[in-house]
């Protein structure tokens, strides 16, 4: 599975993105999907999650309410709507595809198998 991320760019603080991450060479229909961030100087971080099924999504507390994970598996695609974009959110945030087995694990960069590039987000105050 290849998965290519786009949709970052520059924004002011509280504008909005919609970053999506598309797959060729397999369906992602069976795969638990997230997004993730590195700001500089940090370590990579858990942002959102959503099912193989589509009925449930996670999210780390700092963009509970902002944030909106998505998948259209018809497409191949998974999106993460970002919303009230805080300078705190700049980050390179990177898709990824795996099989999680619990709810714990999905937060967990160890139980992805396929990453996508990396997509460069930042929110200028």
């Known amino acids: 599975v290849q998965l290519q991320a786009s949709g970052g760019g520059l924004v002011q603080t509280g504008d909005s993105l919609r970053l999506s991450c598309a797959a060729s060479?397999?369906?992602?229909?069976?795969?638990?999907l997230a997004w993730f961030r590195q700001a500089p100087g940090k370590e990579r971080e858990f942002v959102a999650v959503?099912?193989?099924?589509?009925?449930?999504?996670l999210y780390t507390n700092s963009v509970k309410g902002r944030f909106t994970i998505s998948r259209d598996n018809a497409k191949n695609t998974v999106y993460l709507q970002m919303n009230s974009l805080k300078s705190e959110d700049t980050a390179v945030y990177y898709c990824a595809a795996g099989v999680a087995y619990s709810i714990s694990a999905m937060r967990l960069s160890r139980s992805y198998e396929y990453w996508g590039q990396g997509t460069q987000v930042t929110v200028s105050s």
């Open positions: 959503i099912n193989w099924r589509g009925d449930m999504t």
């Open positions: 060479g397999r369906t992602l229909s069976t795969y638990t």
